[in-house]
Structures are given as C-alpha cells and as structure tokens.
C-alpha cells in the first residue's frame, strides 16, 4: 500500500528543506497510499474528528500527551511510516495542559462577614428547633374558647312549663314492643296455600314462591289448608307450631278459633 513512499517517509523525516510536521508527514502518507479519513477511521475504529486533529496538529483538541502518542502511532503503523524522531520531539514539547487560575479575589473582610452570618444562621435554626417544642409544651391551654352552653335552670316559657322545683326523672324502662301477629307463615320452599276468612270468604288460595312470608291477626283465619307443609314454619304468637297433628301426605288441614287456638279437619 505505501511501497511507493519516498524514503524520507519512512524514516521520519521531512524532505529536505520541506519542514514537514508529524502531522503533515501523516497526512502526505495517507494521500499517496490513496486512503481517505474514513477508510483510515473504520481500519483504526478512531474518529474521523480525531485523525483530522492528529493531521494538521491541534493538539489542544485531543486527550492526555500519552495518549496522542499512541494515536500517532497507530496511525504511522497502519501507514508504514516511522515517526519516532518526531515523538521525541513531540515528548520534550508535549502539551501543558491548561491551568486553572482563579481571578476572584475575595476581601477578607467579606470572608469574615460569610463566615459570621453562616454562623448566625445555625445557631438561630438550633434556637428554633429546640424552642419551639419547649413553648409548645409549656403554653397554658387557657385561650381556647368556650364553647356555648345552655344554662340547665331556663324554665321555658307556656302554660305546660315545668316548675325549676320539679324533678326530672328518666326512665330506664324498655320501650313496649309490638305485638307478634296471631298466626305467621314462612315459606322456605314453594308451596300451595288455601287460606279462607271467619266470614267464608277466600282470602288467598295459590302457589305461594319461596322466601315469602305472610301474617294474620286474631280472628282473620278461621281455616287454612298448606301443600308440601314440610317447607313451610307456621308460628303462633311467636312460637314454632309442629304440623304433624294436622298433617297427612305433606298437607297440612286446620281451623283457628276466635282465640287462635288450632284444630284439626277432617278430609
């Protein structure tokens, strides 16, 4: 690829009286071999920005001296070039990197007056984290208001007004609880009901649906026959009333008197 270079090339050095830098020794090289910077950025997988730095010697666009020398020569390498004379040179004359010095100048009068304020500042943050619990603790609950209250001794005004002199009792006894109807049914299964009046007349007769319920006062039933009675719970006065007495295959036959008392019927 570089058989063609002049031997100035190879051996470093610029042609005499050409005063050639490493940089444009590269780039020649590189021309002559017919490579361009992309061809050479894809065979050393170095940017294209890198060997363009490289070639026309901005150094300060590039990393450490250490590392400039290893990118030069991997580059030379790849073009066969010998650039070591260079390299010395390039090591006595290495890059400095830049300094950083600082051009604010702080009074010392102004250090001190930070330094005093940053100090007042946590010793008033200190004063208010433990004084404030402590005056919390400590404060009287004296201002909350009161709230409004009816005096006890007010005597409302008319005629049904209740002497102040008069005790006021309160009764503890239980309020009266309503009477359980005289005859209840509870269907927990379906069932066909006939259920006539103390006057003859029908007070409902069909199938009754499951989860129903239905109740009768004293004196409304004077008889009542109950199919599949066996999912079916008839309560009297609030008690479970056993239809076996009144039962034959599953239906149930009886007549309440005018007292709700229950009897059975013949067929």
Same mark, same amino acid.
């Not at 610029?14 to 090289?29: D, H, K, S, Y």
């Not at 004063?127 to 909350?144: K, M, Y």
């Not at 103390?198 to 649906?209: N, P, R």
């Given at each position: ?145 009161? *709230?409004?209250?009816?005096?006890? %001794?007010?005597? !409302?005004?008319?005629? /049904?007004? $209740? #002497? ?71 309560? *009297?006065?609030?008690?479970?009333? %056993?239809?076996? !007495?009144?039962?034959? /295959?599953? $239906? #149930? ?15």
């Amino acid at each position: 690829m570089t058989a063609d270079l002049p031997n100035e090339f190879r051996q470093g050095s610029a042609p005499e009286g050409a005063g050639l830098g490493v940089g444009a020794l590269l780039r020649e090289a590189r021309e002559r071999s017919g490579l361009s910077l992309q061809e050479v950025s894809q065979s050393l997988k170095m940017q294209v920005r890198v060997l363009e730095s490289l070639e026309h010697e901005r150094w300060e666009q590039l990393s450490a001296p250490v590392f400039i020398r290893g990118q030069l020569r991997s580059y030379a390498k790849l073009l066969k070039v010998d650039i070591e004379p260079f390299l010395q040179q390039f090591q006595a004359q290495a890059p400095r990197p830049a300094e950083l010095v600082s051009h604010s100048h702080t009074p010392p009068y102004q250090r001190l007056l930070e330094n005093v304020g940053r100090r007042s500042l946590y010793v008033v943050l200190t004063l208010c984290f433990f004084a404030i619990p402590v005056w919390l603790a400590t404060r009287p609950h004296v201002e909350s208001r009161p *709230q409004a209250t009816a005096p006890l %001794d007010v005597v !409302p005004a008319g005629p /049904a007004a $209740v #002497a102040p002199s008069d005790p006021i009792a309160a009764s503890l006894a239980p309020l009266p609880r309503p009477a359980a109807p005289a005859l209840s049914l509870r269907f927990n299964g379906e069932s066909w009901v006939q259920i006539v009046a103390a006057d003859g007349s029908t007070i409902e007769q069909g199938l009754v649906k499951a989860g129903e319920q239905r109740s009768f006062a004293t004196g409304q039933v004077a008889r009542m026959v109950i199919g599949n009675v066996t999912e079916v719970e008839v309560q *009297q006065s609030g008690s479970t009333v %056993d239809m076996t !007495p009144y039962q034959r /295959a599953n $239906v #149930a036959r009886f007549t309440v008197s005018s007292d709700g008392s229950l009897s059975p019927v013949a067929d």
